[in-house]
């Protein structure tokens, strides 16, 4: 059974940077899938943050491209970072697997990390 | 980006009851969407893909419908463990976007 598990860091300062890492248990990530990460702040709805591939091949949301890097650390982990962070990204950041017709079937359990000083 | 509007926003209902939510996209998706189910602090579940699809393992009371900008999702007899908010999500334009949620409440 694949399960996905978050884990970083719960409180980072504004202007900085959160980094969070996926670790995938029962399977490899070079799968025929793609890796994303998917956030929600507090009381909202959920936003696409970006994914990868194996290869390295990414895409990101234009709206947080400019502050996102997803990357492949491991053939079972893969990680988010996301720079000049505000109030704003406060959120639960959820990963996940998606197929290759890039429909989400599998979440972590969520990481809420919190931008304050 | 495709915006993905669901309707209501609150439902409440009780136990047994028919319950339908929609989710209208805007512009055409054709068949790519998918229902999610979150439960209180936890993360969300997929429930149909491709509109009408359902997932291994999702309860028969679950079905959806719909194709280009017009979808529903119906819950065809509440059951307590269905209290919780559903979303939908479109995955045929990048970015993939969701609807707000729909919190479905007990009566």
């Known amino acids: 059974q694949v399960q996905l598990q978050e884990s970083g860091p719960g409180l980072v300062n504004p202007s900085g940077t959160l980094s969070l890492t996926c670790t995938v248990s029962?399977?490899?990530?070079?799968?025929?899938?793609?890796w994303a990460w998917v956030r929600q702040a507090p009381g909202k709805g959920l936003e696409w943050i970006g994914e990868i591939y194996h290869s390295g091949s990414t895409f990101y949301n234009p709206s947080l491209q400019s502050r996102v890097t997803i990357s492949v650390d491991m053939s079972d982990q893969f990680s988010l970072k996301v720079s000049s962070l505000t109030a704003a990204d406060t959120a639960v950041y959820y990963c996940?697997?998606?197929?290759?017709?890039?429909?989400?079937?599998?979440w972590g359990q969520g990481a809420l990390v919190t931008v304050s000083s | 980006d495709i915006q993905m509007t669901q309707s209501p926003s609150t439902l409440s209902a009780s136990v047994g009851d028919r319950v339908t939510i929609t989710c209208r996209a805007s512009?055409?998706?054709?068949?790519?969407l998918a229902w999610f189910q979150q439960r209180p602090g936890k993360a969300p579940h997929l429930l149909i893909f491709?509109?009408?699809s359902l997932e291994s393992g999702v309860p028969s009371r679950f079905s959806g419908s719909g194709s280009g900008t017009e979808f529903t999702l119906t819950i065809s007899s509440l059951q307590p463990d269905d209290f919780a908010t559903y979303f939908c999500?479109?995955?045929?334009?990048?970015?993939?976007?969701f609807g707000q949620g729909t919190k479905v409440e007990i009566k």
């Open positions: 999500q479109q995955y045929k334009s990048f970015p993939w976007t």
């Open positions: 029962g399977a490899s990530i070079n799968t025929n899938n793609w």
């Open positions: 512009e055409s998706i054709n068949n790519w």
């Open positions: 491709k509109a009408s």
């Open positions: 996940a697997r998606a197929t290759v017709e890039r429909l989400i079937d599998l």
